[in-house]
């Protein structure tokens, strides 16, 4: 335990030598003199016109390194403190430049380890290191200098800087730039030194990896009232973009504007600008980014209109999203949340929160000079984390949705898209979608509608927050009707599952499903473009209510021609290369979403607890509930033929046509769930010899091995979720979800042939109706 706080002192957080927290505090000269390890911050500050970082010299007193020139801001994480708030506080308190959090980027984590002072001063430190960047060099006479921490400040060009310290030159603070220190000086002069021209050919390549399609529906059947509802409807989607790029990141809006208004200034521009569609890559960086002018961020100079910053883009895509302080890890949320009563804990971990910190509100609001209330404290808890619902988070947002939905849901014709339009519309308000849910999965209308916050898969930390999306399309009446026998087959499926009885739910209602031609979608549909969701999410309305699907017929169809087809031309064995066809494909995709519904949802616990596999599992839900659907599916298949509920010809086609889409997934990446969930189902399937690996680089499907594969992942799957053994989850996806050496070879040939990796949809209809 920490020792009681002695008044003035700063304590220190003491880390294990990997990093985490050990949960005791010290004062900072004991863990110096006890070489215990503990977090600061770098702060750099680099000038783009010039290439220059800012260096201060150490004050005389200072008790390392006196005297020496070193980073432009440093200090200490004390006890309890974030590492953002305390990068912003120290370059503020050493050399007065006060920034938003949005000037900081954090580029890398350095470890120093070592002893100076005749062994009496023991450093080992994690340190976070950010980088500010500034068009210009900020004016000498604009800083306000520290005197105990800083003597002086000046401007030196980062490559004259790095040969100082490679040199060893003893009026700077060593850093040995050959190791981990050199990423910043790689970092500055891989940002700077590329050429136009091949900067400009790299991104070309991305987007050529997607396809352009144009999507369409028919509008007949609509009445004209429906129509003019349509346009409202899609002007209320428009802002669930809006909503989840501010999601995704915080500094998404500011740097989609300046990128958009910077378009037309040269080719490598507007591919900038057509490269912020992708989320899931980090075409661009901090230097492309929006340029911010803050003239209060140091005192004035006459002349000099203020600091102008770039506003950060992170190197790697944020595993918290915007959702948490981008400083929070794992371990501070579950010591936060244990500190909560069971209510604030279902705000911390409800769909529909967001998580803040009071220090970074209390800084933005003296920032602008506007005054912290206070409101949002949570009483019984002395953390700097607070919950804030998505209703108030993204009240502009939503107050300007929601009465869009309003206007709309006056206009249609059809009574249950009435009452979802309301019921949607106060929702986002509320921020209760119970009641919305319910109205969708009832709704029964030409126009199909769906809205709302859903999927988490932009949360890779907890997997807890969800997205807002949106989806417009026309029924496909005759195709709906045809695929009824799928959600009332639900109940047999789930008695029938490989896996202990014990686990199976003996109440399964049956799932709506309905056939969709997409005419336009918005949110969270900017990595893989889905072709088909189960819904809601919320476990409640799964275990009383079931869940309804909607398929989107016309985005599949889409994808087997663009991809699929290309993709089976070149991988599959030629004798199977028939059995690829677009039938099994939209078969397996209905079966999929069928079997989100089945298997373990809510779970009793080996010690009596009553909880969801989604808590349990945590960040790796996601990736496992899409293997289970996929490889469950595939199982479902099998058992429906053999029951004589689908054709016998299905049997054969369904594998192969599955295993040509292990590879259109796989590409989507190992970050995304859908692509990790695949890899694994195609390395186990491999590994059991059910898909064989052929010589001349191409595959085919083992019927004879096949099915036994199928039902040994699906009971390792279906078990491990219904035990919620997140080691057991984390086990399997480790061990099977690589990218092996057939499956790069795959990858390598599609990527050499130019097989687009997804689709780009246009949406004519919906530009026409908004003309």
């Known amino acids: 335990m920490s020792e009681p706080y002695l008044e003035g002192v700063e304590y220190l957080d003491v880390l294990t030598k990997t990093g985490k927290k050990t949960g005791v505090s010290k004062p900072r000269g004991d863990v110096h003199r006890d070489g215990d390890y503990h977090r600061a911050v770098h702060v750099w500050i680099f000038a783009e016109s010039t290439q220059e970082l800012l260096l201060q010299k150490r004050a005389d007193c200072k008790d390392s ?18 590492s953002l708030i305390t990068a912003q506080r120290e370059l503020q308190e050493e050399l007065g430049v006060t920034l938003p959090k ?4 954090l580029i890398f984590v350095f470890l120093e380890e070592c002893i100076t002072n005749n062994g009496k001063f023991i450093n080992n430190e994690y340190s976070d290191v950010y980088l500010v960047t500034t068009l210009d060099p900020i004016p000498r006479e604009a800083f306000t200098l520290q005197g105990t921490e800083v003597s002086d400040v000046k401007y030196i060009s980062f490559g004259e800087y790095r040969s100082c310290l490679a040199e060893a030159d003893p009026t700077y603070v060593p850093y040995d730039v050959n190791k981990q220190y050199g990423l910043l000086f790689d970092i500055i002069t891989k940002r700077y030194k590329e050429n136009t021209e091949a900067r400009s050919l790299v991104l070309q390549k991305q987007l050529r990896r997607y396809a352009p399609v144009s999507l369409t529906a028919e509008l007949t059947g609509l009445t004209h009232a429906d129509k003019e509802a349509l346009v409202l409807l899609i002007k209320a989607a428009m802002i669930m973009d809006d909503i989840f790029y501010l999601q995704v990141w915080y500094s998404n809006p500011v740097l989609r504007e300046w990128l958009k208004e910077h378009a037309d200034v040269s080719q490598l521009d507007n591919l900038k600008w057509m490269s912020c569609l992708d989320e899931n890559e980090a075409f661009l960086t901090t230097a492309d980014s929006a340029v911010k002018l803050l ?6 100079i006459t002349g000099w209109k203020g600091v102008q910053y770039r506003a950060a883009f992170p190197m790697l895509k944020p595993s918290a999203a915007n959702f948490y302080p981008p400083d929070m890890d794992k371990m501070e949320f579950e010591l936060w949340t244990k500190s909560l009563n069971l209510n604030q804990q279902q705000d911390a971990m409800s769909f529909f929160t967001v998580i803040k910190r009071h220090n970074q509100v209390n800084w933005d609001s003296s920032l602008y000079n506007h005054i912290f209330d206070g409101t949002h404290l949570s009483a019984g ?5 607070y919950s804030i619902p998505y209703s108030q988070e993204y009240n502009s947002f939503l107050t300007s949705a929601s009465d869009l939905l309003h206007k709309a849901g006056d206009l249609v014709g059809s009574p249950s898209l009435k009452r979802l339009l309301h019921c949607k519309a106060d929702a986002f308000l509320s921020n209760d979608y119970y009641d919305s849910d319910i109205a969708w999965m009832e709704l029964d209308s030409k126009l199909d509608v769906t809205f709302g916050p859903y999927e988490t898969y932009e949360d890779s930390l907890f997997g807890y927050k969800a997205s807002f999306e949106a989806f417009i399309g026309v029924r496909d009446e ?5 695929l009824k026998l799928f959600g009332d087959n639900l109940q047999v499926l789930e008695q029938n599952l490989p896996m202990d009885d014990a686990y199976k739910s003996k109440d399964i209602i049956a799932a709506p499903i309905r056939v969709v031609q997409l005419l336009f979608n918005a949110g969270d549909v900017k990595g893989p473009q889905t072709i088909a969701f189960n819904l809601p999410n919320d476990e409640r309305i799964v275990k009383d209510r079931g869940t309804a699907m909607v398929i989107l017929k016309n985005v599949s169809e889409a994808k087997f021609k663009e991809i699929l087809q290309p993709i089976a031309d070149a991988c599959i064995a030629k004798e199977q290369h028939e059995l690829v066809d677009f039938e099994s494909f939209f078969t397996h995709t209905i079966c999929h979403e069928c079997c989100h519904g089945i298997g373990p949802h809510t779970i009793i616990l080996p010690d009596g607890r009553k909880s969801t596999v989604r808590l349990e599992l945590q960040d790796l839900h996601s990736a496992l509930e899409e293997a289970k659907a996929d490889i469950v599916g595939l ?18 086609s369904m594998y192969v046509s599955f295993l040509a889409g292990c590879f259109r997934s796989v590409r989507f990446g190992l970050e995304e769930a859908h692509g990790k969930g695949q890899a694994l189902i195609f390395n186990w399937l491999l590994e059991k010899e059910a898909f064989v690996f052929h010589p001349d680089e191409t595959f085919s499907v083992n019927f004879d091995k096949v099915d036994e594969a199928v039902e040994s992942l699906s009971r390792a799957i279906l078990t ?8 057991g989850a984390s086990l399997l996806l480790q061990k099977y979800c690589t990218i092996t050496q057939p499956l790069k070879v795959a990858l390598q040939k599609l990527e050499s042939i130019h097989v687009p990796v997804d689709i780009a949809p246009t949406f004519p209809v919906a530009k026409r109706l908004l003309e």
């Open 102 to 105: 949005d000037a900081f980027e």
């Open 635 to 652: 199982w479902a298949l099998r058992f429906l033929i053999r029951k004589h509920l689908l054709p016998s010809n299905l049997e054969k």
């Open 720 to 727: 491990i979720q219904a035990k919620g053994e997140k080691e």
């Open 478 to 482: 005759k195709a709906t009707a045809q």
């Open 381 to 385: 808890s002395t953390c700097d984390l």
């Open 65 to 82: 390194w006196p005297g020496f020139w070193d980073i432009s801001s440093a200090g200490h994480i004390s006890a309890g403190d974030s």
């Open 295 to 300: 003239p209060e961020a140091t005192k004035p």
